[in-house]
């Protein structure tokens, strides 16, 4: 192309120059993009039908969680650490200084390792799980104990017991929860769907329809764990819940109804709760119990939590009874009277937080329980219904894998069967069975990201009356 002098050549000189750095910008881009594919052998398809979710396949969401999602995770810790320096000093004293940035320096390392795919490390400390975590690392194949090779529950699973681990062996902050301002902010931010929630509830009906109202209300609470979209959803929620009806996937109210109206087994006429999130998800899970003691369907309820800070929002103890104080010390009447309430049903023996297992906060599926915690496995076996939260414990149940959308879900439990059992999440994740045929590709014809947006949800129930485990 001849050059000439003046403006009108310039100007097209210029966009031409412009149209060369943006197609060399591309260039650049997709060379770095398939150099960092080849070195850590991600494969540019969606996770193939039957396998394991991984970072190794580039069009999952596992790969845009290891890629995007914890790397900026482990960021945003670092930065709170570093802002919050002389808070955590005046809170643990002097010497925290210097453990802070040490810890500060393992998290950054920790993220290294990550965004390099590189093995996973033993845990070496003084970690109460250390074994267990030893041996399930020691038994992955080679090729498949890194970040991105690994099964996506496991990654997970590792980035946050190796994060907290390095407060838990530090000697001045081993009680600080990386995520506790978080989730304590979040709660004092949902205090208006709280309020509203609590009178919506406190005249109720013994009636199915009332008993799917609050189910429903409980997944929608799931949907967008701490975030301030998921505040303004739940108001929406708490004003139609019947709105999003044709967003609930599977809907087995009437079985979980019914299984919990039964009253043939003296024995079993207790409701365990297998929590997910924090704050206004939390108070959902309350007053859903509250409902199931008061209409009789149940003698008690018992509370599983984590054993430490966990996937940024999950429930702690600490987070438990500061939800609890937090309810019975609030300036409101009605929110006061109802976080009493609660707690008067602890001293009654009507609630119960089981005994801490770190097999909730373990990177096994559901089907290794019976083996590597017998005496947890026996307790559920001894609840008429378990309800499992969320979509991590929805994960486990199913083992991360790929499943066809309209597997039996008993199939895919791997023998994981030890009573009636319920799952109640908000899907983000490209794990799910049991749907009607040609559900999924319907789905994906208007939303090809359907499965991790958490716009759709499943009360999902399995009866584990007849058959306890195959």
């Known amino acids: 192309m001849q050059q000439h002098e003046g403006g009108e ?4 000189n210029n966009g031409a120059a412009a149209a060369d750095t943006k197609a060399d910008e591309q260039t650049f881009s997709k060379v770095f993009k398939s150099d960092f594919d080849a070195k850590y052998n991600i494969v540019d398809i969606p996770t193939p039908v039957n396998a394991f979710l991984s970072g190794q396949f580039k069009r999952s969401y596992a790969y845009h969680t290891i890629r995007n999602r914890l790397p ?13 320096k002389s808070e955590l ?9 210097e453990e802070l940035k040490i810890v500060i320096g393992l998290i950054s390392r920790l993220k290294y390792e990550l965004q390099t795919d590189k093995p996973f490390q033993e845990f070496t400390g003084d970690e109460p799980d250390h074994d267990l975590w030893n041996d399930f690392i020691a038994e992955l194949p080679k090729e498949g104990r890194t970040f991105y090779q690994a099964c996506w529950m496991y990654t997970e699973c590792y980035t946050y017991r190796k994060l907290y681990s390095f407060v838990e062996n530090s000697i001045f902050i081993k009680q600080f929860d990386c995520f506790g301002k978080i989730k304590e902010q979040a709660l004092i931010g949902s205090q208006d769907a ?34 301030d979209d998921g505040r303004l959803f739940n108001m929406e929620i708490l004003h139609d ?3 999003m009806d044709e967003y609930i996937l599977i809907n087995n109210v009437e079985d979980i109804w019914i299984c919990l109206s039964e009253h043939n087994s003296i024995n079993r006429q207790h409701v365990d709760i297998v929590l997910d999130n924090a704050g206004y998800e939390l108070f959902n899970d309350f007053i859903l119990a509250e409902y199931i003691i008061e209409k009789g369907l149940a003698e008690k309820v018992r509370f599983h939590v984590k054993a430490f800070p966990w996937y940024v929002s999950d429930t702690t103890k600490r987070d438990f009874n500061h939800t609890l104080e937090y309810l019975s010390k609030h300036s409101d009447y009605i929110i006061s009277l109802i976080g009493n309430k609660f707690k008067q049903f602890f001293d009654d023996g009507k609630f119960e937080l089981a005994p801490i297992s770190y097999f909730w906060t373990a990177p096994h599926a559901f089907h290794n329980m019976r083996n590597l915690e017998p005496e947890l496995y026996q307790s559920l076996q001894q609840s008429k219904l378990i309800i499992f939260k969320g979509d991590l414990n929805h994960r486990k149940l199913l083992s991360d894998v790929c499943w066809e959308s309209t597997q039996d879900i008993k199939v895919c439990l791997g023998g994981f069967l030890p009573s009636n059992f ?11 069975s049991g749907l009607a045929q040609g ?8 939303d090809p990201n359907w499965m991790v947006t958490g716009n759709y ?14």
């Open 9 to 12: 050549c310039a100007t097209t």
């Open 72 to 84: 900026v995770i482990l960021t945003r810790v670092i930065d709170s650490l570093t802002r919050d």
């Open 89 to 97: 000093i005046a809170e643990f004293g002097e010497h925290a200084r």
């Open 194 to 227: 709280i309020l509203s929630l609590a009178k919506y509830t406190r005249r109720t009906e013994n009636c199915i329809e009332m008993f799917a109202e609050l189910l429903k209300m409980n997944l929608w609470s799931n949907r967008n764990d701490l975030s």
């Open 241 to 243: 819940v019947s709105a």
């Open 422 to 432: 319920c799952t109640v999440r908000t899907i983000k994740s490209e794990v799910i």
């Open 439 to 446: 559900v999924s590709e319907d789905l994906t014809r208007k």
């Open 457 to 470: 949800g499943i009360i999902q129930f399995v009866d584990g009356s007849r058959e306890f485990g195959y």
